[in-house]
């Protein structure tokens, strides 16, 4: 199986924040962010892996600013890296009002699928194969949220997470 | 103000999984269900506060099983921690397959929110007090969790983890 | 096969009311809180008969305080009577909004429904069980209520209603 | 105020049933219906009142036959008593299936709306003046139904209900 | 196959403005209305086709007045011309808003649909038969509005387009 | 005012067909898709005039091949010319089956927008400066587009209509 860039995966998904988004002081409900961000990093990954894809986790979101009704949304995803039966995809999320012209970074966030074949089967994937700067350091960092992932889901002992301990506790090496 | 116990906040929210619901294999998104977990909780974090919230945070979330068109999805929250302005939500999610008679443990998950006045300013929320040994258990745990969000949203040094450090590394002390 | 109680049917489900659920004067439509309400038996149904049920009739349901914008629906339902192939769900709905304090009982209802088999077929039911004095009193209304529906479907002379003829008019006796 | 027919809030509205309307044997969930049911009734209450109108009650639905996915819905509304301040809307449902060729009445159903100023304070509306032979039948029984919806709301003693009398046990007199 | 007239497939929908349709001044947004009046129309061409049918064509449609939230839509569908294997639909729209009295015109469209198999090939559909004056200008201005879209769509060249041309440019004759 | 270039609005949006978007052959309903368009029109139109817009016409769109259940549709738009008030936004349409590895060009559409301020009255847009080779054309062939839509909304007279003539009829000169 041939490996496959970031760019090949790249996916913009543009929404128009609804009334049904929002709650009564008008802010985007965080729920209905994470579920677009689901279906745009859904698309990502299938371009990547070719195949059906499910979600398997979602990394840890925070909601840093208040989006409002009638802002415009875009997302973008790529994966980050593959693994043998599944990929990490990276999502950054920006949020613009445009009659006042303002623009926020609203969220950074990482979601990772598992692809299937038609009977619901897991199945291999492509390689990623990381091509710039940014994507390298994406790629790198994939080690680290993936054993954080196994040690909260209970899959993975904290002294095995050699990634992760490097990064958390840099200052006692 | 008046504490509250995590009674007080127990919200339970039944969904049937509808097709728009699903991929093109008949399972539950990710996404959806994300979206059903921030509205129980919103809910469960309005009646402990008694006032609007806004979600602030979502901590790690794995989809174990596949969940199927057709399923009820139970979602039971409680507030598990009251910050200063903050609450943290657990939430239990339960797929069941009522003609098949079969029912799993499909989510464990924690979300965090903001309590704000009309005015959109943060405000201070009641003290939560923990009766049963799980809630004890849930209570504590909530520090640790914190630790990891602020560290993860780039707040917290590592070094000043106590708690979190405590349970990754315990067994290097 | 086994009769069942009450208990093992209860079924809860909180919804938040979003903008689209509201007419102009952000009031809850009727036509909303109906639909809700079937989906939340349709549950009840479900897990009394562990098949797969459709809605035979809703009774009267009268709509007796505005519900606004923002309020949380609490719809309670559980089984009050079987018969052969068809069951009668009790449901009992209460709005609370949750920043202004306030909470009112909004409706009580009955809606039926038939269990069906994987080709469509009505099928038996476990017979209802019922346990507490409440449970007991809503068991012995069925009958009326279903005389009272089989009167208004064409299907019965209101002579037969032996049940509903006390009811509605003991004085007479 | 000037007395209106009939016809003047004669509405029909045609719904194309897709899949997220329908439970997992392709049938029409009957709170969708319903939900569709009283939105075409309002819109006839609308017209006859020229108000805003909330749903204050719907009389017992049954469900006789299964609609399937992709069947057509004609919903036919107009008002067929006016109260005080409130109005008796009277709605006749088909079911077709075009490619098929089949076409069932699927319900018969009253839906009352009460008429609402700006305010949310309840205002007087037009008399409603039958015109045809049918009509003329359905306003005459409107009273009966009426009866019937106090009793069942517990606000009319069954005694004083005379024109429901005359009507289930005409044997009697 | 026998052919039908214009008022077989006539078809009446109304709708409400709800808050999901409308943009941040409350207008209705015009692509809502474009998926309500393709609903509307595809109906109106299965009851004369007596088949599923697939959009295939929306003429150029235009939005002169801005509809309000609250605002109740009446589309009119009724099948202008059949040809081979496909029909052109024609509709009218009214929004109404019924507390303030007012009434609109909205819009006038046409939208054409291919009949199809249930295997999704290309059928015969009946022909239409125009009985009313006004039936039978639509019926004739139906081939000029085709000879515009083949010519939009590259299909055919503006001098085979004997109709049209007599229309455009009338004065050079 | 400055003016802008095509790509200051250049705007992606991707969606999921999911089951309600699509007929009992699975394929995308039509109406659909223009309610998508519009939304990605929009927002592209928003960028180029910082204002907020609505819908003033929408071009003749034709559908020339049937979409899945489960493709991946691609909408890119960015406005090809702006007139005093109001902007043209070209819209290229692609539908990809992933799983499948299938990928089609769907359709070419043209939507107008008019740019209002917050009072709801028409206001000046930018200019837009057109750049490659490809916008250049898109920007003179706007004025043709135009003359079409003012002729078929009965506001031009063929005559006027210089260079719509110049296109459809140049083998007359």
Same mark, same amino acid.
């Given at each position: 199986?041939?490996g496959?860039?970031?760019? +090949?995966s790249?996916?913009?998904? #543009? ?12 802010n985007?409900?965080g =729920?209905?962010l &994470?579920h677009?961000m689901d279906i745009?990093a859904?698309i990502s990954?299938?371009?990547?892996? #070719? ?5 398997a ?5 925070s /909601?840093?600013?208040s989006?409002?009704?009638g802002?415009?949304?875009?997302i973008?995803a790529k994966v980050?890296?593959?693994?043998t039966?599944s990929?990490?995809?990276? &999502?950054d999320?920006? $949020?613009q009002?445009?009659?006042s %012209?303002t623009s926020?970074?609203s969220? +950074?966030a990482?979601?990772? /699928?598992v692809? &299937?074949?038609?009977e619901g ?11 710039t700067a940014? +994507?390298?350091i994406?790629y790198d =960092? $994939? &080690? @680290? @949220?993936?054993?954080?992932?196994l040690i909260? %889901? =209970?899959k ?5 997470a050699t +990634?992760l301990?490097?990064l /958390? /506790?840099?200052?006692?090496?």
């Amino acid at each position: 199986m041939k490996g496959k860039t970031p760019k +090949e995966s790249h996916t913009i998904m #543009n929404e128009l924040v609804l009334p049904n988004d929002t709650n009564t002081l008008n802010n985007l409900m965080g =729920g209905r962010l &994470l579920h677009w961000m689901d279906i745009a990093a859904a698309i990502s990954a299938q371009k990547h892996c #070719n195949r059906i894809v499910v979600t398997a986790s979602v990394d840890n979101v925070s /909601f840093k600013h208040s989006i409002k009704l009638g802002d415009v949304i875009t997302i973008e995803a790529k994966v980050s890296r593959a693994f043998t039966t599944s990929v990490e995809v990276r &999502l950054d999320v920006w $949020a613009q009002n445009i009659p006042s %012209g303002t623009s926020v970074k609203s969220n +950074e966030a990482y979601y990772t /699928f598992v692809a &299937l074949d038609k009977e619901g089967n897991k199945i291999n994937v492509p390689e990623l194969l990381p091509e710039t700067a940014e +994507e390298i350091i994406l790629y790198d =960092g $994939a &080690l @680290r @949220r993936r054993q954080l992932r196994l040690i909260l %889901g =209970g899959k993975m002992h904290p002294d095995e997470a050699t +990634e992760l301990k490097a990064l /958390f /506790f840099s200052v006692e090496k």
